[in-house]
């Protein structure tokens, strides 16, 4: 284990959530807990002391994302989102080390990268924007929806989100359905939630499907949007529901942290994913490999939304679903959310070449040639293979680096996630490290050694934009 001198600001350890415990040794793996530590202040002081430090909170995290990316607005032309309403941004923008290009970076062997420091930050794990309280960060125009619906509060007052609008998916995102594919888009624009999906949705879906819609839009007291002294929130909240983060079966790209590792200071950022598409998916969380939409459904909502904590979920009063009359409801209308048309492709999961440009046939082959991206993300089963995988990134970097009091470990195995419709789900990887596909492709090209020229980068960027 690599030691560093440096300390861990005070800020990030000062408050009641923080499950880490400071001890004189500059380990950058200092003793935590595997539970949450109970409240011991009052809310009040608790809320004075967050919210003096949110500034600097901010200013920190702001200065990681500036130093890692290009966070600027360039959209490509003509390209926008199935919704149609907002456009995929261009362009890589994690920034190279001085000197280096992606060309002689890509020639080097993962031992000279790694010896030298060179591997961009941007291909580092990403913090969470307050790593040792960690907890779920809501986008503001999901914050403003809600409470304009609902008036539910999910806006924490120790911290905002992270991100610039421009580079987080569309919303409200489109919803399309296996069962009435012929409809098109059924959410007529508007976002989802328990004022209104009896409205949208009624002679749409069957009775079942409708009860687990309402489940799935029901808020629960878990989390930190609840009434205990640890909550974010000013006012007190009934909580979040599944779809508050899976804005209309999609991503908003709230955040939060992995529930699978320990101490704190060693969980990863995760980024909510879509849900479309769960239907041909058979393993569920990026590590925890749940075998079935009702596995997991039934652990998130015993266990405090990804905290993996069911004593401190208890506490806030858990929601224990009825496994046979309300998981497998709920789990009836995740597994018909289908993926957005593609109308390149043939039923195969193949470009139609009499529909694709040269381009995106050109693509094609290196998605399934060169880049290797077709032996991961198999068309037959919507461009995954329901299996984990390691890209031991680990040889590039020295582990037990701190950033922002997140420590850089190992990933290990994370789970393949499906293709289809990814122009709609910025950013990218599990911790959304990667800000576009382009950056994706040069993620892979240099993990996988797998050596593209730029005309076989941009093409096979427009081969995704299709799918």
């Not at 957005?340 to 050109?362: H, I, N, T, V, Y």
């Not at 994706?440 to 960027?461: C, H, I, P, S």
Request: proline share 8%; aromatic share 8%; glycine share 6%.
């Amino acid at each position: 284990m690599l030691l560093f001198a440096k300390a861990i600001p005070a800020f990030a350890i000062i408050g009641i959530c923080s499950a880490l415990v400071i001890s004189a040794s500059s380990d950058p793996l200092p003793p935590g807990t595997t539970y949450r530590p109970l409240p011991t202040r009052p809310l009040s002081e608790i809320r004075a002391d967050d919210e003096a430090q949110k500034p600097q909170v901010m200013a920190r995290q702001a200065d990681l994302l500036n130093r890692r990316y290009d966070l600027t607005n360039q959209p490509i032309a003509g390209v926008m989102m199935s919704g149609g309403k907002k456009p995929v941004q261009a362009g890589v923008r994690v920034k190279l080390p001085a000197g280096v290009t992606w060309d002689s970076l890509a020639a080097m062997s993962p031992d000279e990268i790694r010896q030298r420091g060179l591997l961009p930050e941007g291909f580092m794990p990403l913090p969470h924007v307050k790593q040792a309280t960690g907890g779920q960060v809501f986008p503001d125009r999901q914050i403003d929806e809600i409470r304009r619906q609902e008036s539910r509060d999910l806006r924490r007052f120790d911290v905002n989100f992270d991100l610039p609008d421009h580079l987080t998916a569309e919303f409200p995102p489109p919803i399309f359905l296996t069962t009435q594919p012929h409809l098109g888009d059924v959410s007529r624009g508007q976002l989802l939630t328990i004022k209104n999906f009896y409205e949208l949705m009624n002679g749409i879906v069957t009775p079942v499907q409708m009860e687990g819609l309402r489940l799935l839009l029901t808020p629960f007291p878990q989390e930190e949007f609840n009434q205990t002294e640890d909550r974010k929130v000013a006012d007190q909240s009934m909580g979040v529901t599944c779809l508050d983060c899976h804005s209309n079966f999609h991503t908003n790209s709230a955040f939060h942290l992995t529930p699978d590792v320990r101490p704190q200071s060693a969980r990863f950022r995760l980024d909510t994913v879509s849900l479309r598409g769960l239907f041909n998916q058979q393993i569920h969380g990026s590590k925890r490999s749940l075998r079935s939409v009702e596995d997991f459904t039934e652990f998130e909502q015993r266990t405090a939304y990804f905290n993996g904590d069911h004593v401190s979920a208890t506490r806030k009063g858990v929601h224990l679903p009825d496994r046979p009359n309300q998981v497998a409801m709920m789990a009836q209308m995740q597994n018909i959310v289908d993926f957005p048309p593609a109308p390149k492709l043939d039923p195969f999961g193949r470009l139609d070449p009499a529909k694709a440009s040269e381009q995106e046939l050109a693509g094609e082959r290196a998605f399934f040639g060169k880049g290797r991206c077709g032996e991961c993300h198999m068309p037959q089963t919507s461009f995954m293979d329901n299996n984990m995988h390691d890209l031991k990134l680990e040889r590039f970097y020295r582990t037990g680096q701190v950033a922002n009091d997140f420590v850089a470990l190992p990933d290990g195995p994370i789970k393949t996630f499906t293709l289809r419709g990814i122009k709609d789900s910025p950013p990218y990887l599990h911790d959304g490290r990667l800000m576009t596909l382009a950056d994706t492709v040069e993620f892979f090209n240099l993990v996988l050694g797998t050596r593209l020229t730029q005309q076989e980068k941009d093409a096979l960027v427009a081969f995704m934009l299709t799918l």
